[in-house]
């Protein structure tokens, strides 16, 4: 499949929110809590870093990444459901470290829940340290690697 990775336009905010609704379809009726996933891409794609994964036809996966002075968080990570297991998570949170390093960013930081525990071991297999818990959400850190 040929898949291209490119930051996000405001044009591709009704397939963003697509591919997200999607990816976190399994888990709106066993989360009760979860907020709504796609709310706000607009204002994120218009503000934030968001690139996206796509193969033309539609997005098969996105990252939103909120930067501040010294770190920034990752609001949201998905990946279409029909394109998992293709590396696409992996490469968007490589893009990810990879601009927060350029930018001079000291780490990468993210909340995940605790009934997605295949979502942790996916972040934990990519370096990110589980910081705390605080009642079913689970905080993680990744120090970025300053580019030279």
Request: charged share 20%; glycine share 8%; aromatic share 6%.
């Amino acid at each position: 499949m040929d898949v291209s990775f490119r930051q996000a336009e405001l044009e591709d905010c009704e397939g963003i929110g697509a591919c997200i609704e999607e990816a976190y379809k399994e888990y709106v009726s066993q989360i009760p809590d979860l907020p709504r996933v796609s709310e706000g891409i607009l204002n994120h794609v218009g503000n934030d870093l968001v690139w996206v994964a796509h193969n033309r036809q539609q997005i098969l996966g996105v990252i939103i990444v909120i930067p501040h002075d010294e770190y920034a968080i990752v609001a949201n990570i998905a990946v279409h459901p029909d394109h998992s297991g293709l590396g696409l998570g992996r490469s968007l949170m490589n893009l990810a470290e990879a601009k927060c390093s350029g930018l001079g960013l000291n780490e990468l930081r993210l909340v995940t829940h605790v009934a997605m525990p295949q979502n942790i071991s996916f972040y934990k297999g990519l370096s990110w340290v589980e910081t705390y818990r605080l009642g079913n959400k689970v905080h993680m850190v990744k120090k970025c690697e300053q580019l030279d």
